[in-house]
């Protein structure tokens, strides 16, 4: 399908390392993915994320693709359907009226999904001055929009500001595996994030 704003993310991602902050929602979602248990993987609309790879080698995912319409190297979908779609901040960017399109797209690739939405707004704008969270709506909102697409979606908790989460799988991974995982998850998120902090402070110094 066309997407009416892919334009205006090539222009962000040539001047930006624009769409790589997925990686602080690891935490949440791969307990859940571990239940699940794929064995192929594609990150539905995953910027310049290295997310897909993270999870492969965190849950032995042997099949991992990355897809973006906005960046021509991985703006092919796989030919055959993999096993689970992860679709991370992305549905917030795409207006109400390619909402069903783009869903459709998603579970013609993947047999099962998992959606982290972000419920609030941007603090980028769009040239035309819209806010670059063109669909804000809540968790109600979201779970009817995906039901006809994903039959058997369901919300699940994401410990993250403005977020809803929904999976498409009942699996779920045991209380205290899971609470050790997110723990561990945080844990090494929060040290890559003082680590560029404190290389960004290193180079500020040098100049």
Same mark, same amino acid.
């Given at each position: 399908?066309?997407?009416?704003?892919?334009?205006?993310?090539?222009?962000?991602?040539?001047?930006?390392?624009?769409?790589?902050?997925?990686?602080?929602?690891?935490?949440?979602?791969?307990?859940?993915?571990?239940?699940?248990?794929?064995?192929?993987?594609?990150?539905?609309?995953?910027?310049?994320?290295? %997310? *897909?790879?993270?999870?492969? !080698?965190?849950?032995?995912?042997?099949? $991992?693709?990355?897809?973006? /319409? +906005?960046?021509?190297?991985?703006?092919?979908?796989?030919?055959?359907?993999?096993?689970?779609?992860?679709?991370?901040?992305?549905?917030?960017?795409?207006?109400?009226?390619?909402?069903?399109?783009? %869903? *459709?797209?998603?579970?013609? !690739?993947?047999?099962?999904?998992?959606? $982290?939405?972000?419920?609030? /707004? +941007?603090k980028l704008l769009l040239s035309?001055?819209?806010?670059?969270?063109?669909?804000?709506?809540?968790?109600?909102?979201?779970?009817a929009r995906l039901k006809p697409?994903?039959?058997?979606?369901?919300?699940?908790?994401?410990?993250?500001?403005?977020?809803?989460?929904?999976?498409?799988?009942?699996?779920?991974?045991?209380?205290?595996?899971?609470?050790?995982?997110?723990l561990r998850e945080r844990a090494?998120?929060?040290?890559?994030?003082?680590?560029?902090?404190?290389?960004?402070?290193?180079?500020?110094?040098?100049?």
């Amino acid at each position: 399908m066309e997407y009416s704003l892919v334009s205006e993310y090539q222009r962000l991602h040539s001047n930006h390392r624009y769409g790589a902050t997925a990686r602080h929602a690891l935490a949440d979602m791969l307990p859940h993915i571990l239940a699940l248990k794929p064995a192929s993987l594609i990150d539905f609309g995953c910027g310049q994320s290295n %997310l *897909a790879a993270l999870i492969g !080698a965190k849950a032995g995912i042997g099949e $991992v693709h990355r897809y973006d /319409p +906005a960046i021509p190297e991985i703006a092919t979908l796989p030919d055959h359907q993999v096993e689970l779609a992860v679709n991370v901040d992305v549905m917030e960017h795409i207006p109400d009226e390619e909402i069903d399109a783009v %869903l *459709a797209s998603i579970a013609k !690739a993947a047999r099962h999904a998992l959606f $982290v939405i972000d419920i609030g /707004p +941007a603090k980028l704008l769009l040239s035309d001055g819209r806010n670059a969270h063109v669909s804000q709506h809540d968790a109600p909102w979201w779970l009817a929009r995906l039901k006809p697409h994903f039959p058997d979606v369901r919300e699940m908790t994401i410990h993250r500001r403005n977020r809803v989460a929904f999976k498409t799988w009942d699996a779920e991974h045991p209380v205290l595996p899971s609470l050790a995982i997110r723990l561990r998850e945080r844990a090494i998120y929060r040290t890559m994030k003082l680590s560029r902090s404190a290389r960004r402070a290193l180079a500020g110094k040098r100049r």
